[in-house]
Nanobody, 120 residues
Framework: QLQASGGGLVQPGGSLRLSCAASGRILSIYAWAWFRQDPGKDRDFVAA????????SYADSVKGRFTISGDSAKNTVYLQMNSLKPEDTAVYYCAAGRSWGRLSSNYGSWGQGTQVTVSS
């Protein structure tokens, strides 16, 4: 089970830090990722990190502004979001799985989602 937290309302240019903690029985996590979704739209890839190698990947729209990191001892992944824009507004979902990639099908475990709203 994944539990995401840290969403909220922030002004454009502001920052938020999302967290996602794994609890219970999640076997052999190889990669974590964050996706986001607007109502009525597809779930889009945001960022991913390989647990074994530390390699990260970002969507072009967030590169240079967002940073994904993790604490393997705590089985927790973070998404530091800086220089937020109104177009970053969405429900953000964390995901964990045994394969690496930008597709939601790469990940078998999902958090419940946390709302991020960027507005003045």
């Amino acid at each position: 089970q994944l539990q995401a937290s840290g969403g909220g309302l922030v002004q454009p240019g502001g920052s938020l830090r999302l967290s996602c903690a794994a609890s219970g029985r999640i076997l052999s996590i190889y990669a974590w990722a964050w996706f986001r979704q607007d109502p009525g739209k597809d779930r889009d890839f945001v960022a991913a990190i390989s647990w074994n190698t530390g390699i990260t990947s970002y969507a072009d729209s967030v590169k240079g502004r967002f940073t994904i990191s993790g604490d393997s001892a705590k089985n927790t992944v973070y998404l530091q979001m800086n220089s937020l824009k109104p177009e970053d507004t969405a429900v953000y979902y964390c995901a964990a799985g045994r394969s690496w990639g930008r597709l939601s099908s790469n990940y078998g475990s999902w958090g419940q989602g946390t709302q991020v709203t960027v507005s003045s």
